[in-house]
């Protein structure tokens, strides 16, 4: 399995995943900027949940701010977190001058 999301029409979002983490997470972000699902522990290390998000479904992503984590073993829920889903955007607006 290894991670799936999942968002309803509602926005509500539940990260679903087959193998414990090796820490207490604090929250769960996408960063649009490499289209990814990372999970954020309680000590600041990041994990990439390897979750690649397409164009389609950012849109379905903007108006999350909760996720549930839920640990699955033999299609049945184990352990789960509320946690504060956010969405980043690390585009700096930068621009090249060249002169």
Same mark, same amino acid.
């Given at each position: 399995?290894?991670?799936?999301?999942?968002?309803?029409?509602?926005?509500?979002?539940?990260?679903?995943?087959?193998?414990?983490?090796?820490?207490?997470?604090?929250? &769960?972000?996408?960063?649009?900027? @490499?289209?990814?699902?990372?999970?954020?522990? =309680? %000590? *600041?290390? $990041?994990?990439?949940?390897?979750?690649?998000?397409?164009?389609?479904?950012?849109?379905?992503?903007?108006? &999350?701010?909760?996720?549930?984590? @839920?640990?699955?073993?033999?299609?049945?829920? =184990? %352990? *789960?977190? $509320?946690?504060?889903?956010?969405?980043?955007?690390?585009?700096?607006?930068?621009?090249?001058?060249?002169?």
């Amino acid at each position: 399995m290894g991670f799936i999301l999942t968002v309803n029409d509602q926005h509500e979002a539940m990260l679903l995943h087959d193998v414990p983490l090796e820490f207490y997470p604090s929250w &769960v972000e996408f960063s649009r900027d @490499v289209r990814g699902i990372r999970i954020i522990s =309680v %000590e *600041g290390a $990041e994990f990439s949940a390897g979750v690649l998000i397409n164009l389609v479904a950012w849109q379905q992503l903007d108006g &999350v701010d909760q996720v549930l984590l @839920v640990l699955m073993k033999n299609q049945m829920p =184990v %352990e *789960g977190y $509320e946690l504060p889903f956010i969405n980043q955007n690390y585009d700096t607006g930068a621009q090249h001058v060249s002169g």
